[in-house]
């Protein structure tokens, strides 16, 4: 079993950069992919970004490609998302999600564990 607590949301202007981060619990962090997803409201939950359990491949949402990085400290159990020049339509709740495969996915129903997510919002 995984718990996943994300952290690190607020309040930021649009251009602004803003990291959120994600704590697992569970010695077996280090061999899950990871992701972020995220849902505004009265939206799907969308996927944003995605990490290997070696960091090596990453994949994100074409909407913010060049802007989010997303990136994992194994020795640490976490895994980040940092977020540049945010726009307000990056305004979401964030959510962390584990999958119990090494390999990279950007679907809902290829993780198994979900934090409880962050709130960001992003002011005009």
């Known amino acids: 079993q995984v718990q996943l607590v994300e952290s690190g949301g607020g309040l930021v202007q649009a251009g602004d950069s803003l990291r959120v981060s994600c704590a697992a619990s569970?010695?077996?962090?280090?061999?899950?992919?990871m992701g972020w997803f995220r849902q505004a409201p009265g939206k799907e939950r969308e996927f944003v970004a995605t990490?290997?359990?070696?960091?090596?491949?990453?994949d994100y949402a074409d909407s913010v490609k060049g802007r989010f990085t997303i990136s994992r400290d194994n020795a640490k159990n976490t895994v980040s998302l940092q977020m540049n020049s945010l726009k307000p339509e990056d305004t979401a709740v964030y959510y962390c999600?584990?999958?119990?495969?090494?390999?990279?996915?950007?679907?809902?129903?290829?993780?198994?564990?979900w934090g409880q997510g962050t709130q960001v919002t992003v002011s005009s």
């Open positions: 569970g010695r077996t962090f280090s061999s899950y992919a």
């Open positions: 990490i290997s359990w070696t960091g090596s491949s990453t």
């Open positions: 999600a584990g999958r119990t495969l090494r390999s990279i996915a950007t679907t809902r129903n290829a993780y198994d564990y």
